[in-house]
């Protein structure tokens, strides 16, 4: 309240502005966010056809690498599952089984490998988790105009951001980081004496770390070109065509310029040198440098945020 | 059904449904709708824009039939050609201007390039909008915007104007504007058919009405006619006196009268089965009693009464 | 006067050439249409080995062909009907006393001839681009240049009329187009084997490989694949054109769009 209404409480007011920003005194000490993430996700698993076609890849894969991490790690104590025909079975000696104990050691390091690869593979399926739930997120407040209803209420920008962000992020959780733990859970348990949490268990926290990473760059850009849009269709359009021009670049600059540094143009490609480098492996891309692919992931997501703090600063206006 | 009958109405629906999914729009519905200003009424939700859309051609029923100036209407260009649709949608191609929008939509109803400008400008002007004619749509106000979708369903002189919501949006002054002309296009002789819920302007427009309730009809004709069907609701009329409790003294023993209820300052409330008693009467019986009449009105032949008496409440 | 099928088709033709030039989504189309130019310019400028054909060919089939040309067509084919749907203005048009096949030949037309125009501008600038590479051999060729741009064209008018037609079968047109192009036309078309040659990509590269020179030959699998000969290919993608019109139309004449409020 101003002096001049304290002073005199039955004075008249006139303001210049049509629209004022909230003023007051929130609450401390209190996610504001949360009624966003609550409703958001609401919506978000209120349709189940799209939930059942988006979540149905992952799911089918992470019971598959299951399966197979579980085998794996079966034949490493020189066992198999009856169905594989035993650990010196086609199957098992397909799989690498069927070795002395000397060989146990590889297989950890296999089910690694099989972990790393199951994330890469799984990436695509989280991009589409992500866009689809993410894209109309900020085009269609804006379109609506829900958005006044939000900045009617006690909310900072920051807190309506950190809310639209948290829903796309809960579906990179689900889509990257999730599957990748459950995997490590079977691998865990299907070692024995939990060798594989003993002799692998930083990937458990490197999966985390990857998976929220990958989480982080994907949001923050669904998130930018769902504040560039007017619709969801378009913000999704718009994401594929990032991710498929910013590949083929990557590519096409890589091999014209003989210089693998150009692949850094692909969050994708920067993605397997990440993974590569965290988990340790060789997946045959090898000289081009990691710092370069971490800058890059980095610059994406300033790049967003930067887009989406400018886009949405005078979302109060009509 | 002979040819006069037929042209008699402009719109005849017989055992018309339209459903979506599980979702009832319309429901067995029949109504045969004459020439002339008819008022669509109903709550949120009875069913008015789902008719209007399947009178419009937009939509297909899934069970009866709908015919509309002798026709049925979907995709149906000889129909469209004598009809003109306002939506409910605040949808308008925003990149246009308001003459660009109008006069497109009228070559596309076959007019030459030089008419359709004049006819453009005209119907802007019938709107008052000609002065906004230049501008983009995508900057228009609601008002505007609602006043321009009018336009372009009178723009090219329809026999039958279809409206949905006309007046939502409407300041009362473009809201009074509007209502008036509808009365010039009623004058002209187009028949005019909105939907609305501000039935006191629905009143002031057209004794004829179509109400609707969860898809069904609930009532169609003249205001005064569908009152006097509602038998189970007495007729209750407002009587302000100088001695009122001498006069419902009088009024009490009076045939047909239900209740005499004195309120605050004088007025008397009256509920009567036999409305044509009381208003034989009521001046012998004032004189008689010496009460000085100072006012008489009825409470509930109005249409909003009616609309609520049907809609299951009291006025 | 009663407007027929092809006076309306052209009316609103001419309506909609002059309301695409004001619209964000026919810049957006150009836009990625002359994306590939501006990569050949900035690598032209950026590195001195690379050659103008290698280039121009590089930047061509995979960008161009490849990215571009679906994308753009995605964007504004799907606009036809579909985004008219969204937006629920589709009523205006289809309460008119005009065929309705009328609607989707009337804002197809203008949509590739627009892309047309942006697919010339985009080839254009791409070979020029090219040209300035300061790596040494013959330079773009005729033989570089025309197939590009006869690819490019027949692209856009193939992918356009495709998501023209999806757009009015299908509620969420951009999703599926999206989905068609990811999958099949960008992830199916670079499989190795026959099962390439049931996307449209893969008529598009015959059409160059038919009337392309030897620079094309530095392509990955260029020379391996088996393309369709010029005449089938170009027989192929005018039978979907036709298709997806004859298709649209026919939908378009039976639909009913139920737009919210």
Redesign the interface.
């Known amino acids: 309240m101003n002096r001049e209404t304290q002073a005199s409480p039955t004075r008249a007011e006139m303001h210049g502005g049509a629209w004022r920003p909230w003023s007051g005194e929130r609450q401390p000490a209190r996610l504001r966010a949360a009624p966003i993430i609550r409703a958001g996700l609401r919506i978000a698993l209120r349709k189940k056809l799209p939930l059942v076609l988006l979540f149905l890849p992952p799911v089918v894969a992470t019971i598959i690498f299951s399966f197979v991490v579980y085998t794996v790690a079966a034949l490493a104590q020189g066992m198999a599952p009856a169905g594989l025909g035993g650990a010196g079975g086609a199957m098992g000696q397909a799989l690498g089984g069927g070795g002395g104990a000397g060989d146990f050691v590889k297989q950890l390091v296999r089910v690694r490998e099989m972990i790393v690869g199951f994330h890469l593979s799984t990436d695509f399926f989280s991009v589409l988790l992500m866009a689809w739930f993410g894209a109309g997120l900020l085009a269609e407040d804006r379109k609506s105009g829900a958005h006044l209803l939000y900045f009617a209420r006690p909310l900072t920008r920051f807190d309506y951001l950190l809310g639209k962000f948290c829903i796309v992020a809960v579906f990179g959780v689900l889509g990257s980081i999730l599957p990748g733990l459950v995997i490590i859970s079977v691998a865990v348990a299907a070692s024995p004496d939990w060798s594989f949490l003993q002799q692998e268990g930083s990937v458990a926290w490197k999966t985390i770390l990857f998976g929220g990473a990958w989480t982080l760059v994907v949001s923050s850009l669904v998130l930018a070109v769902s504040s560039l849009s007017t619709?969801k269709?378009?913000a999704?359009?718009g994401v594929?065509?990032w991710f498929?021009?910013s590949g083929?670049?990557a590519?096409?600059?890589s091999?014209?310029?003989?210089d693998r540094d150009w692949l850094a143009l692909s969050p994708v490609q920067c993605g397997v040198r990440i993974a590569e480098d965290l988990f340790d492996m060789r997946l045959g891309v090898r000289d081009w440098n990691t710092p370069l692919a971490w800058t890059a992931w980095g610059l994406l997501v300033a790049l967003s945020w930067t887009v989406i703090w400018w886009r949405t600063r005078r979302l109060e206006v009509v | 059904m002979t040819q006069a009958e037929s042209s008699a109405h402009v719109v005849r629906a017989k055992d018309l449904a339209r459903f979506y999914g599980d979702v009832v729009g319309v429901c067995d519905l029949s109504v045969d709708i004459p020439r002339g200003t008819v008022g669509l009424l109903g709550p949120n939700g009875a069913g008015k824009s789902t008719f209007l859309k399947l009178l419009a051609g937009e939509l297909q029923p899934s069970r009866g039939s709908i015919e509309v100036l002798g026709a049925p209407p979907f995709a149906n260009p000889a129909v469209h050609a004598r009809l003109g649709f306002c939506p409910q949608q605040d949808a308008l191609w925003d990149d246009m201007t308001a003459v660009e929008f109008v006069e497109f939509l009228l070559r596309l109803s076959g007019r030459e390039s030089l008419a359709a400008r004049s006819a453009a400008l005209a119907a802007l002007e019938r709107v008052q909008l000609v002065d906004a004619k230049d501008r983009r749509l995508g900057g228009f106000s609601k008002g505007m915007r609602q006043r321009v979708r009018i336009a372009q369903a009178i723009a090219h002189e329809p026999e039958l104007v279809v409206l949905d919501e006309p007046l939502t949006g409407l300041d009362p002054l473009a809201r009074h504007a509007t209502l008036e002309l509808f009365r010039q296009l009623a004058a002209e002789g187009a028949s005019v058919l909105f939907s609305t819920h501000v039935l006191h302007e629905v009143e002031a427009l057209t004794q004829d009405v179509v109400l609707l309730h969860k898809g069904r009809l609930l009532a169609r004709g003249k205001i005064a006619a569908i009152r006097a069907l509602l038998d189970r609701h007495p007729r209750r009329y407002s009587i302000r006196a100088r001695d009122s409790r001498r006069l419902a003294r009088e009024l009490v023993g009076l045939e047909g009268v239900e209740s005499v209820q004195l309120k605050a300052e004088g007025l008397l409330v009256v509920a009567t089965r036999r409305p044509e008693i009381l208003l034989e009467s009521l001046p012998g019986i004032a004189s008689a009693a010496r009460a000085g009449i100072a006012s008489f009105e009825s409470r509930d032949e109005g249409l909003e009464a009616v609309f609520d008496y049907l809609m299951g409440g009291a006025p | 006067m009663k407007l027929g099928l092809w006076g309306a088709s052209l009316l609103i033709a001419s309506t909609q050439l002059s309301l695409l030039a004001r619209s964000r989504r026919a810049w957006a189309a150009t836009g990625l249409l002359l994306l590939p130019a501006l990569i050949a310019w900035l690598v032209a400028a950026a590195n001195d080995k690379v050659t103008p054909s290698g280039l121009s060919t590089m930047l061509g089939w995979h960008a161009l062909l490849g990215v571009s040309v679906p994308l753009a067509s995605l964007l504004l084919g799907v606009a036809v009907i579909a985004e008219e749907v969204e937006d629920r203005t589709i009523t205006y048009l289809l309460l008119r006393p005009v065929p309705r096949a009328s609607l989707l030949f009337g804002r197809l037309v203008p949509a590739v001839l627009w892309l047309w125009a942006s697919c010339a501008a985009g080839t254009a600038l791409l070979v020029a681009a090219a040209a300035t590479a300061r790596g040494s051999d013959a330079g773009v060729s005729d033989g570089t240049r025309l197939p590009l741009l006869l690819a490019a064209c027949a692209g856009v008018a193939t992918y356009t009329a495709l998501h023209a037609a999806l757009g009015v079968w299908v509620k969420h047109a951009m999703i599926v187009g999206l989905a068609y192009s990811f999958t099949i036309e960008g992830f199916l078309s670079n499989l190795p084997g026959r099962n390439q040659s049931l996307t449209i990509q893969h008529h598009l590269r015959s059409l160059v490989a038919g009337t392309g020179d030897d620079a094309w030959q530095r392509i990955d699998g260029f020379g391996s694949t088996e393309w369709n000969p010029l005449f089938d290919a170009a027989l192929v993608l005018a039978l979907v054109v036709l298709v997806a019109c004859i298709a649209g139309a026919w939908r378009l004449a039976r639909r009913q769009f139920e737009l919210p409020a």
């Open positions: 619709r269709s378009y999704l359009a594929f065509a498929m021009f083929a670049t590519l096409l600059l091999r014209l310029l003989k």
